[in-house]
């Protein structure tokens, strides 16, 4: 299967519609029911997939819509976790960070229903599915059961595994792991890299891996030994400094090109700016053009507009590439 | 003979309902009455649990930080809040100061007016037997605050760290000192957890330790996040004071127990505030009682660090049993069994 060069793609989240914030409001007391709530869901991420196609995005997601964190939606379906309650991340902003408590069970498929959901209506050819790893599932949680935090993310990492065998079974072709937490302890990184391979281990899609505020350095010796076809980070916060790091890299790269922590909207000319300054470092064949991180944190109208930005500007650059024959490249499950 | 006293160091979570109060305020729901009513109530209801625990060694939880910088850093000439930065090897971030010129204290730091605030809380839930209790007003350290900042404005480091001693923190233990601050907890994470080189740890210890001396304040240097073997040589420095050590980062603390038999008060952080996991009471004490051996003046036990990595339901279980053990220990005379 081919992709138009510089496939445009998100790295997931997208914010939740007003409306729905209402209706899970409602939800949570007791105003409407479960059946209401899904139907709400249901129209929402049919909403967000069409803000994305609208502005002419190549690779949908469903937003994450019905994930309400990234950590706690999996440790939810996942059995042998236990919420104690909110722990604090920064400011005045909590999360309900889960503990491990007992053997880790797959109780049954997790995101599957919103792949298949996802597919049914979008009007892409590929679309992209989001997966937490098991080295964040494991930092991001307490481990009060396994031995080392390496015994837990192992177990994590053949949870994983089961369900991207599921995706495949039913068609999807793209999915990317999230690991914003990967380099947060360096002496970590060697079985970090091992449990992320041992997710992937024996899957025939397309794997993306999405690691975002880190220090990449700390990545960089590892990106031929992860079994991924891509790395999507972020550069739109880092000035587009720092692009040495991608230098050699022999994988594809998902390079994130609008900021999602800031409210102003990007020009185009920014965003061919950024993609003119990356094919000294990496080839056009190679890149995937996508946000910084998820959108989620943005008024949806500013997510969409920086979504078209990136688009218009990749539509710039595209027209330069066709004048040297660049225009497809193939959907690359190994590089 | 030892005296043995239960503490909490730094701050508690702070509860939901609180929370939810500041998240209104933020965004204009509710009134700074309204907020301050629910500072006032949560911060009685903390002094409650910690009176009935009897622990003698207290904070008011910090429920009006966000993390160990802020807000101090806000009151602070030459200095602009800026974006979130990792708080070292945790999932938990804080907003840094950004030096931009001179570093020194505005005149409207409103944090000794919270001290005194909190005192008079406790003297109302204690019933006017508030002396029983040391409340600790707590502040990051000099060396702390300097390797945390993104420094645009300093040549040398160490003028950073002079600055952040004598212009910042200086006035303000003053002030905490009027207000009655019989004991005033520094944290200095740095220390232990080894980013700072030998130079910068030196420097840190000596004006921190200067500065103690010429206000004649009992302090508490509190360190965490790194092993306290490794660290003595810095904290020899404050010998004469409290000195907090992290027994749970500490690979083997009968390694460099002996070491320690200089100090005259040692708060030991037995209870680790980034793990959910309940510490085994009877290793708990058995620990205690090798430092009760060394015959130093005093052996506190508490928390290894802020307790705003864990749930508030497990900060409790951990007060519970921090309690209980200590109380255990007074009655064996530091004795394991
Ligand atoms: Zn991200």
Redesign the pocket.
Known sequence: MNLPILPTTV??SYPRPKWLREVIKGFRTGRYDAEVLKEAMDDAVIAVVRDQEEVGVDIPSDGEIRRDEMVEYFAERIGGFKFYGPVRVWGNNYFRKPAVIAKLQYLKPIVVDEYLFLRKHSSRPVVKVTITGPYTLTDWSFNEYYESREELAFDLARMINTELKKLEEVGCLYVQV?E?ALTTHPNEMEWAVQAINKAVEGINMKIGL????NNYNILKPYFDVLRVSQF?L?FANRGFRDLEVVKGLTKELGFGVVD?HSRRVEEPEEVVRALNKLFSYVEPEYVYVNP???LKLLPRGIAKAKLEVMVRGVEIVRKELSKKGLTEIPLRTKV | MTVINAALVGSFPRPKGLARLVSRFNSGRITREKLEEGYELHTKKLFKLLTTLRIKYITDGMFRWDDIFNPLISYVDGVKVNGLYRFYDNNFFFRAPQVVGRVSLRSDCPIPEWFKKAKELLNEVTEGRSEEYILKPVLPGPLTLAKNSLNEYYRDVKDLIRDYTFNVLEPLMKDLKRLGASVIEIHEPELAYGRASVEEKSVGVDVLSTLIYNLRIRAWVHTYFGDACRILNYLIGFGSYIVGIDLTSTKDYNACILQYSNFKSLALGLYDSRSTVLERSRSIRWCVSKFVKLHVEEVIICNNAPMDFIPEVIAVRKLRKLSRVTERLVVTGGKAY
Do not use: R, T
């Open positions: 790295i997931g999230d914003p999405h690691v975002c505020y999507a972020e999602v910084d991180c998820g």
